[in-house]
């Protein structure tokens, strides 16, 4: 596709429950970038890859959340456990070189 | 550390109006500065960017911010309001160089009546 899509567009879970969320970055694209935005925030930094590697993960909240991407495209950020809190638009954004962020249309989170 | 203020939550403008949108940044470093508009169920879309050079910025759709280090600010203008700038603006700052993650205010949502 043309930009970043992100699957599911919407995912209800229980409290306790392990989710998925998967990111498809723009083809080409070398650094991808993982934000969460809760309800009348700005989007908040979680973690950035350079490739295959985590080149900066200082914004996960904790060791329930987890991402990864093998092959250096396709990335997926992991849950465990989660909580009410948790509860938010989960956003996906790649970029080739330079500053230009392309982001996705992002995941709707909800834990009941 | 860096952050972005965005005073007040909601601004509305009439149809033609000025478009007055502020951004104050808090950074260590030269900043990279930005605007993203979100459409409603849509993804953020950049609107325009400051990085070096010129500090008067243009972007898409009319809108220009400039870079006012002084102030630190990073103001978002458009002369005339169209109903189809209604929508969210996030002003966001990073640090200097490619890739740097984004650090984003809370937003202003924007309405414009005819």
């Known amino acids: 596709g043309a930009g970043v899509s992100q699957t599911p567009s919407n995912k209800v879970t229980e409290k306790g429950k392990y989710v998925e969320l998967r990111c498809d970055p723009i083809s080409g694209h070398t650094a991808l970038y993982w934000y969460r935005q809760s309800l009348g925030q700005g989007p908040e930094f979680l973690i950035y890859f350079q490739g295959t590697g985590a080149a900066d993960d200082s914004g996960l909240p904790n060791d329930r959340f987890f991402a990864v991407r093998p092959e250096g495209s396709v990335s997926t950020l992991k849950i465990q456990r989660t909580e009410r809190g948790d509860s938010a638009v989960y956003l996906c954004?790649?970029?080739?070189?330079?500053?230009?962020?392309?982001f996705g249309p992002g995941t709707r989170l909800t834990v009941l | 550390a860096q952050s972005v203020t965005q005073l007040g939550s909601h601004v509305s403008v009439s149809e033609g109006a000025l478009v007055l949108l502020r951004c104050n940044y808090s950074s260590s470093v030269p900043p990279y500065l930005f605007w993203y508009v979100q459409y409603p169920n849509q993804g953020l879309q950049l609107l325009l960017k400051y990085t070096t050079g010129a500090t008067l910025v243009k972007g898409i759709n009319g809108f220009e911010a400039e870079f006012k280090k002084s102030e630190t600010s990073f103001h978002l203008t458009k002369p005339s309001a169209h109903m189809s700038d209604a929508a969210e603006y996030f002003c966001?700052?990073?640090?200097?160089?490619?890739?740097?993650?984004?650090?984003f205010g809370k937003g202003i949502t924007l309405s414009v009546r005819p």
């Open positions: 966001a700052v990073s640090e200097s160089g490619a890739n740097s993650k984004l650090t």
């Open positions: 954004a790649s970029s080739l070189t330079g500053t230009s962020k392309f």
